[in-house]
């Protein structure tokens, strides 16, 4: 166990629509990554939030977004969900913005019909 | 970040070491030598890594060519639960600013054999 915790882990949802995936980085972890796995492309980075501020941006697309809250978990919001979205969904958090090891979520599984 | 390379794929037998090489001819100096693995949609999992020289720790080794140019990872006694896939990574150190995400290849599909 990572102490990151990710919800839901499942979610089935149609094309068009908009979901959030929800993510509790470890205590004290001031960093949270977003990834996407899928089966094409593999693990991407997709963003990074620091301390509640955006750090870095890798491939993310425009209809896809982030924040982190105040007491530090992290929301992605997938939104004009498309069949290429379905892919597997990681967080990760590390104790500072460059910190050597990032822990891992059990990941989000999203599966657009 | 400097490329790795890294075999798609090895088998090794259980309780046997396993040696996964890793190719990072383009290193910069400030970049260190990661080691991630993936048992089957899991989220990936930090093993160890290293900058110049040999490191251990309680789940693996880690050996740096002195070129810095390839390394190693070892498994010394391998378990059918190390079946996974394990990602060479270099990356810069951390010096307080900048962004320090993690860029995945392939990696290597580690098959433990009864």
């Known amino acids: 166990d990572s102490g990151v915790t990710q919800t839901p882990k499942h979610l089935i949802t149609a094309t068009g629509q908009r979901v959030t995936l929800r993510c509790s980085p470890r205590?004290?972890?001031?960093?949270v990554y977003w990834y996407q796995q899928s089966l094409d492309q593999g693990l991407q980075f997709l963003i990074q939030y620091y301390n509640g501020e955006e750090r870095a941006k890798g491939n993310i697309l425009e209809r896809f977004s982030a924040q982190q809250f105040p007491d530090l978990h992290s929301e992605l919001n997938l939104s004009s969900l498309e069949l290429g979205d379905s892919a597997l969904y990681f967080c990760?958090?590390?104790?500072?913005?460059?910190?050597?090891?990032?822990?891992f979520g059990p990941g989000t599984r999203l599966t657009v019909t | 970040d400097a490329k790795t390379t890294q075999p798609t794929s090895m088998d090794c037998a259980e309780g046997r070491a396993a040696n996964l090489p890793c190719n990072h001819s383009?290193?910069?100096?400030?970049?260190?030598v990661y080691w991630y693995r993936q048992i089957h949609s899991q989220g990936p999992q930090y093993i160890i890594h290293?900058?110049?020289n040999n490191e251990t720790n309680e789940m693996a080794s880690l050996i740096i060519t002195e070129d810095r140019k390839s390394s190693t990872l070892i498994l010394p006694h391998a378990t059918l639960r190390d079946t996974a896939v394990y990602y060479c990574i270099v990356r810069p150190t951390y010096s307080g600013a900048g962004s320090y995400q993690l860029t995945f290849g392939k990696g290597t599909k580690l098959s433990v054999i009864p």
């Open positions: 290293g900058l110049k």
């Open positions: 383009t290193i910069s100096g400030n970049e260190y």
């Open positions: 990760a958090s590390s104790v500072a913005g460059g910190g050597v090891e990032q822990y």
């Open positions: 205590s004290g972890d001031l960093s």
